[in-house]
């Protein structure tokens, strides 16, 4: 078909930049500073900037800081919330601990950091790079990368749209563009299905550890006046998850009466019948959790992977011709929770590199100071602290492996600890045990008022794809998800989707009765979960039609 086609337009800058998160819009901002005169844009899949953005948010303020000083003088900042009351939990069945503040290390410290929508964040950020000058086309999703003669990245092109789902053009057809640039910054956030291209094509993981991910769930409450209380943070681990399963919950207090409620839950599980969606409303039952909810109205829903690898496992980050920041590099802070401060710094420093590359006349070519730098900068140091903790958490469990992950904090706070730099071992992908030995799982009805099943929540996230287009989750081998995905893991797909997109469905009864995998991807929020999971890397997400997807509220 491709020959068929017409030949896309193509429009050039000094630089293009594949994403509007944080660290995209924190990028384009600074290079606009930087180098006033540079032509850059930023293209975004989202139907408008903050659309896919989902976050719990606490954030610190440290790039803000740093990008926009005078940012808390101004009246329209969303930066309003700061955190009074910090709280750390231990959960036990019906029972809650409380962690001593004076016990957890100082990274951990939430006072002076901010509670905030990072979706209100971002088109505030966005509207500060127009007012510079770049320019931001979203729901336009970057579906290609370009290649030079030389083998450098050349830019990117956006996908075509009204393309039906048999491949056609539809009469709606419109070719996709190309955005060609001298340099091109990818901040596609964990997962970027870009960024893993880039990986695979330049062999940028060589040498690192495999990138490790967590799902993060999140609602948005409304709750009575009674039971919000501004400016608290509320952190646990424990309870619903057993000891092997690592993962943890954040409650946060912020604007007109509301509460971002949050559950992260570590993708190297291993019951294929554990459902991360189950265990976040599970874990709304606590005593502990549900009296914050009382009388109060879920309004906001929505999931998102997150790269929990850390230091270990940030890939080589600058090739020829671009670079990569934010999540898709893995630049998150797994014990803080927090990876908005440092996508920013990354896409600030990465900025800087390229400003000073196309001041020298440069072009094309692999920003060596980005990659050797970002390891001694603040984003380096943030990073190298806590590299224990997520392996440690790992391989000794919840109990131990916390206790530990804190002490390795505490020592690397004063230059030294006493694990070295711990691996992570094999990928999330290879972690599932085959349901034959495992336990399944029975999990409670939803309630309707506290909790909820996966439809109900996908239409609070306003999702929604043109539904005659090509399906933007691609199975490799029908034939091995049913001989392995299905019969020897039980078909966890559809408990590890938060939004209900996978279903194996029996087509007729008996004991020979033959089952079908159904992709309803109508319903995907994004979240990437499935092409970190699946036991045999036989789905692969891709980019759907510009525009499709979640349109989060403030979240």
Request: glycine share 12%; proline share 7%; aromatic share 10%.
């Amino acid at each position: 078909m491709s020959e068929e086609l017409p030949a896309r337009e193509a429009m050039e800058f000094d630089v293009v930049i594949v994403g509007g998160g944080p660290s995209g819009l924190a990028a384009a901002i600074r290079l606009k500073q930087v180098s006033p005169d540079a032509s850059v844009v930023v293209v975004e899949k989202g139907a408008e900037v903050g659309a896919h953005i989902l976050s719990g948010a606490c954030v610190d303020p440290i790039a803000f800081d740093r990008l926009l000083p005078g940012w808390r003088e101004e009246a329209d900042a969303p930066l309003k919330t700061k955190v009074k009351d910090d709280r750390f939990y231990m959960l036990f069945g019906q029972r809650a601990l409380r962690l001593p503040n004076a016990l957890m290390p100082p990274l951990l410290n939430n006072h002076g950091a901010f509670i905030v929508s990072l979706g209100d964040v971002c088109k505030w950020l966005a509207a500060k790079a127009e007012a510079l000058g770049v320019e931001i086309y979203p729901g336009f999703a970057a579906s290609e990368v370009l290649f030079g003669d030389n083998g450098e990245v050349v830019g990117v092109a956006t996908g075509d749209m009204g393309i039906g789902r048999d491949g056609a053009p539809k009469d709606t057809f419109t070719r996709g563009m190309e955005l060609r640039a001298k340099y091109t910054l990818f901040a596609e956030g964990a997962r970027g299905h870009l960024g893993k291209r880039l990986l695979a094509h330049y062999d940028l993981c060589k040498g690192r550890e495999p990138q490790k991910f967590g799902i993060g769930i999140k609602e948005l409450w409304q709750v009575t006046p009674d039971r919000h209380h501004p400016g608290l943070v509320q952190h646990t681990f424990g309870w619903p998850l057993d000891n092997k399963t690592g993962g943890g919950s954040f409650l946060y207090h912020y604007g007109e009466n509301l509460v971002a409620v949050g559950f992260v839950l570590h993708l190297n599980y291993e019951n294929p019948y554990l459902s991360p969606f189950e265990e976040f409303q599970r874990f709304k039952t606590h005593p502990l959790v549900r009296r914050t909810f009382t009388d109060g109205k879920r309004i906001g829903y929505g999931a998102r992977a997150i790269a929990e690898g850390g230091w270990q496992s940030v890939p080589k980050v600058a090739f020829p011709g671009g670079v990569l920041i934010g999540d898709d590099a893995g630049f998150l802070n797994v014990p803080r929770i927090k990876g908005t401060h440092n996508a920013m710094l990354s896409g600030m420093l990465a900025a800087e590199h390229v400003a000073a590359a196309l001041a020298a006349g440069r072009a094309g070519d692999e920003l060596t100071d980005y990659e050797t730098g970002w390891r001694s900068s603040d984003v380096g140091r943030d990073l190298w602290k806590v590299r224990n903790a997520k392996p440690l958490w790992s391989r000794f469990g919840t109990a131990i492996g916390i206790g530990l992950g804190g002490l390795d904090m505490w020592t690397n706070a004063m230059g030294f600890s006493f694990f070295g730099t711990r691996p992570h071992g094999k990928p999330d992908s290879a972690c599932l045990k085959p349901a034959a030995s495992c336990r399944p799982i029975t999990y409670p009805k939803p309630d309707g008022v506290l909790t909820f099943d996966r439809l109900s929540s996908v239409y609070l996230s306003n999702t929604n794809h043109e539904e005659d287009q090509p399906v933007h989750l691609q199975l490799a081998d029908p034939g091995l998800q049913k001989a392995s995905e299905y019969d020897v893991y039980a078909g966890p797909s559809g408990r590890y989707c938060p939004a209900g997109v996978y279903e194996w469905v029996r087509e007729d009864d008996g004991p020979q009765a033959r089952m079908r995998f159904v992709i309803n991807a109508q319903n995907c929020v994004h979240c990437k979960t499935c092409d970190i999971k699946d036991p045999n890397g036989n789905i692969t997400w891709v980019a759907p039609e510009g525009g499709g997807g979640p349109v989060y509220p403030s979240m």
